[in-house]
């Protein structure tokens, strides 16, 4: 009991912590929110004045900093400055879209990874594997994004070019996605299967008379899954980093999009929103993935 | 490596095109106009909002309209015709306008439209805190609307300012019925909430996606709609919509890149169309308060170090359209005699150069004078870079280096730090181009002595008294010499400006599309009344 809260404090202060850091990068970003609402229109003493008593941006950064946190327990997340909606709407729309696509891209990504490793075993195809994989990890998103938007959609017609309708506009970019994300976990797979059939057991199990495949997927495999395990964290800094080109190059609605314009035009409330909910999911994750070891590992269990 | 993406996509897609070129037949044009269907319009821009009032985006105009209708509207001579209105008329004295209304015109939510419906909207948009920038510029001489009688308001000004129906017929003029004005929850974001009287009706918006419009069956107004339903997509990267559109996913896209254009017109199948903004033409304002600058043999110097049709060439590949003057080319107010007049001399740049005392030259071939280097920053706003001009202002910069040995340095910022520089004066070119229907709007905000984007430094009693001169007057011939003897001073007399190319917006479809076009004056793509899709 007393370890569960212990972690969901320990996550209360990363949250906060977050929300913190970003508040202080936006602040020492140049230029101020009201450059922002101004934009590269109009721009007269007259206007600023009206949007700085609008915002109540006159106040010190410190009161605004504190009358934020103490809105945000309350459960309101404030208005977008550029989109002068509430934020929890901007948000709250955008979500279901990006959790779809990102779902559906680890979903393949880690099948993708599981299906390879195990598959090309043999010297040859491990070659030409391995080379594909290197390939995919070093091609930006954006470029395989067109690729298979030229071929799949453009040329053959198979699938949508954008939007959120449905599985058919679903497969296109969350293939996008997937494809770098299995680069990457088929490799550190595949050196951790290498590593667990060196080891003294892989030849017990063999000595037993098990067979090559039975010694791969029932006893390497579990290895072979602790490190990539870790990389939880790692791939889901990738999915929504990708989800913001994914995302513009396939008109999909998403958070991806709604960051990078909150970000560019320092719309505070959208980014403080969307900085609290990553650090969410982060938390959440990492703590699926402590959970993960110990249905992986039994000899975790033990301690 | 984006810049290697995007040109290997190209290259896919002129693959993918040429195949298609082969194997499609040509079928036949739109035909005479037809009703019903649904059209789906890819469109690059994204709206921040759909409230008419508080419209900031050219890209966003060809939407507005759909849902929305003003008091007037332009015509293609540089004049106004009614639109709600059935009439106007000016006060002797240009301090006054009386403006009849239509009867029988109802909002989408059954609002009557009438006198007090344009003063709601009036008062709304002078409220504080909603339209800051409508109230400080457009509004500014507006004293009070009357409301005469339900078809009759009088917009009293404090001094004459031809500008107001320039506003009443601009987007932020639209009349809102002002039920939904007082009853919408998101009014700043506007959206399906809020009604208008147009041909189509907005209802549904799906962010990031698309923005849905079903015919308005109430309407009984000069443009009705032949669609039932348009649907226009956010694609935001050229190549997908241009991809898009010659797979038939949707008929008609705006924004077509020099780069993407053989690909649409060696397309049998589809169309081409290209229509020049109003307002300002793109262009290099050079910031006079300081050195180099200061010194008008420098600033022309720089224009004639520069051969703009080369520049452009090698940018947009032959399909800009070259500015003389600070005012585009398609506008009324355009002086035409200024022609011809100047830049691409480079010897003259040169001995313009040694006669301002730049005369030497440092180790990497830049001229100096006094040990120091002719150099001028231009920089660019990340957020508000378009049109590749990040290329043009690169190519810009070798030229003026190969040419005349001046040192141009370019940076690209976020916004941030360009607003900072700019309040700061830590440069001597700026960059802009602003595509408000009457010309005379733009160059009141960039050319007046303290106005808002005056990023010159030039302050003249003279030109100040002709801007006025400009607003001042109704009569067309009067402010087109008026604009004349200001384009001449600021181009010819001051060399304060080079101007560069015409903002253009394109318009690509299938051929079974018909009625598409751009809006009288402002040069932008047309909304979608009026538009058909054949059988």
Known sequence: ?303 | MRRIATALAALALTLAAACDAGAGQTTADAGQPVDGGALTWGIETEPITFNPHLYAQAKARLLVWNAYEALLTHDDQGGYRPWLATGFEAAADGKAYTVTLRTGVTFSDGTPFDAAAVKANIDQLRSPGYAPQVAAVQLRNLKDAEVKDSTTVIFHLTRPDVLFLDFLSSPQGAVVSPKSLKEAKDLKAGGPELKGTGPFVLDRYVPGQEVHFARNPSYRGERPARLDEVTYRFLKESSVRVGALTSGQVQVIEGVPATDQALITSNPELTFRKGLNSGSAYSYYFNIAHAPFDDIRVRQAFREAVDVPTVLDAVYRGTATRAWSVVSPASPLYDKSLENTYSGDAAKANSLLDAAGWATRDAEGFRTRNGKRLTVRLVQSAPFVRDRREILAQTVQAAVKQSAGIDLRVSVVDQGTATKALADGEYEVFDNSRADTDAGAALDLLLHSGAAINRTGFNDAGLDGLLAEGVATSDAARRRATYAKIQQKVITEQALILPLYAPADQIAASRSVGGLGFEPTAGVPAGAAGVWLAK
Do not use: C
């Open chain 1, 1 to 303: 009991m007393n370890a569960v809260i212990r972690r969901i404090l320990s996550g209360v202060v990363v949250l906060w912590a977050a929300a913190t850091a970003a508040y202080l990068a936006l602040l020492a970003a140049p230029g101020t929110t009201v450059d922002t609402i101004v934009g590269d229109g109009a721009d007269t003493p007259e206007i600023r004045a009206r949007i700085v008593a609008e915002w109540g941006l006159d106040r010190p950064e410190i009161v605004q900093y504190v009358s934020y946190l103490g809105r945000v327990a309350h459960g309101d997340l404030g208005r977008s400055y550029l989109l002068q909606r509430p934020v929890s709407d901007v948000v709250g729309a955008q979500l279901g879209p990006t959790l779809r696509l990102a779902v559906a891209a680890a979903g393949l990504g880690i099948v993708l990874a599981l299906v390879l490793a195990l598959t090309t075993r043999r010297p040859w195809a491990r070659r030409v594997s391995s080379s594909a994989e290197l390939v995919l990890v070093s091609t930006p998103p954006f470029l395989i994004g067109i690729v298979l938007l030229s071929v799949f959609s453009f040329r053959l017609g198979w699938f949508p070019v954008s939007g959120d309708k449905g599985i058919a506009a679903l497969v296109l970019p969350a293939l996008t996605l997937a494809l770098p994300v299995a680069g990457v976990l088929t490799q550190v797979l595949r050196d951790g299967l290498d590593r667990a059939l060196d080891e003294p057991f892989a030849v017990t199990a063999r000595s037993r008379g098990l067979g090559e495949s039975a010694v791969l997927v029932r006893h390497a495999l579990r290895h072979a899954l602790l490190p990539a395990i870790a990389l939880a964290g790692w791939l889901f800094g990738v999915l929504l980093g990708g989800a913001v080109i994914i995302e513009s190059v396939f008109g999909r609605p998403g958070l991806g999009s709604v960051t990078l314009l909150a970000v560019t035009s320092k719309d505070m409330p959208v980014v403080l929103a969307v900085v609290v909910l990553s650090a969410t999911v982060y938390v959440v994750l990492n703590t699926v993935a402590d959970l993960a070891y110990l249905v992986v590992d039994p000899r975790l269990r033990r301690s």
